[in-house]
């Protein structure tokens, strides 16, 4: 029996249980520690609390079907998050485009190829909760503890467009006591605008990664050298390349953009830093 190809990793039962329930949702044999549950249409897999144990029970997800030989699931990390904008009301719906690591001061870009009418955002994955921070501790729009280490994971069997971020505004990280029930209620009744938002990520290609060309694949491993790129950002520009590709960019404006970095290699950190920077915005055009 084929296992859905849609799957979503929450990190709480109180996030999964009105998915659980609104999708008729049945109890399968546990992936190790992590707590499954399966319909048709749905899979769902409850992680825990924080960055290693998402990326856990991301990776025990996948190894489990990438042994089914089945085509290449949807995974979606969807939760709460808190907000520092108290323009978003609680129970609102945000798409994430861009997720850092706070910790280990790494990036993750989602890459949304289909059209959904969601407000976009970025989040900031921390190891602990951040309740009250100081000013500027928050510099992302929303703040988990799980989306850095779920995407971690998935790009390590998935093409970048094949895991995607979904959160549901749960405060404004103002010390106030959280209201579950609540929470719970937007969550189900949101789950149409959740179903339509995860379809058409669904219908993108599903095929595995495509390879960088030739000609391109020279220019980034020459960037790579001629920068000293660490391998936290040559995957990055791996993957912002890759994800070009799949939007259709000519490669030839992905290779003039490789090529006028390596023809002013950086100095220094900053340097190179603020360089990778500006690719990120010439090969991924809208991203702020």
């Keep these: 029996m084929n296992e859905p190809d849609i799957w979503i990793v929450t990190a709480l039962s109180i996030e999964a249980r009105p998915l659980i329930d609104g999708w008729g949702l049945r109890r399968m044999d546990d ?4 707590e499954r549950w399966q ?3 749905y ?3 409850v992680s825990g609390v924080g960055p290693t144990a998402s990326a856990a029970a991301t990776a025990a997800l996948l190894t489990h079907r990438a042994s089914l030989q089945q085509s290449l699931p949807l995974v979606v990390n969807l939760g709460f998050a808190g907000s520092r904008n108290r323009d978003q009301a609680i129970g609102e ?3 994430v485009n861009r997720v850092r690591a706070v910790d280990a001061q790494r990036e993750f870009i989602p890459e949304i190829l289909f059209r959904h009418e969601l407000p976009e955002g970025s989040l900031g994955t921390h190891s602990r909760p951040v309740i009250q921070p100081e000013p500027g501790v928050v510099e992302t729009d929303l703040v988990d503890m799980e989306a850095a280490g779920f995407l971690e ?5 998935l ?3 094949r895991a995607q971020v979904i959160k549901l505004v749960s405060d404004h990280l103002d010390g106030r006591p959280i209201d579950k029930a609540a929470l719970q209620a937007h969550l189900k009744d949101q789950l149409e605008t959740i179903e339509l938002v995860i379809a058409a990520a669904a219908s993108m290609e599903n095929t595995a990664c495509p390879r960088l060309d030739a000609a391109l694949q020279v220019a980034f491993d020459a960037l ?3 920068c000293r790129l660490t391998d936290a950002q040559s995957s990055q520009v791996h993957d912002w ?8 960019q000519p490669t030839t404006e992905a290779q003039t953009a490789l090529e006028a970095v390596i023809a002013a290699p950086p100095a220094h950190k900053r340097e190179r830093n603020a360089l990778v920077e500006h690719l990120r915005d010439a090969l991924k055009p809208g991203v702020e």
Excluded at 241 to 248: P, Q
């Design 31 to 34: 992936l190790g520690r992590f």
């Design 39 to 41: 319909g048709d249409a």
């Design 43 to 45: 899979g769902l897999i």
């Design 93 to 95: 719906l945000v798409l």
């Design 153 to 157: 994971a998935a790009r390590a069997f």
């Design 159 to 161: 093409p970048i467009h």
């Design 224 to 226: 790579r050298e001629r």
């Design 241 to 248: 390349l890759i994800a070009a590709m799949l939007r259709g």
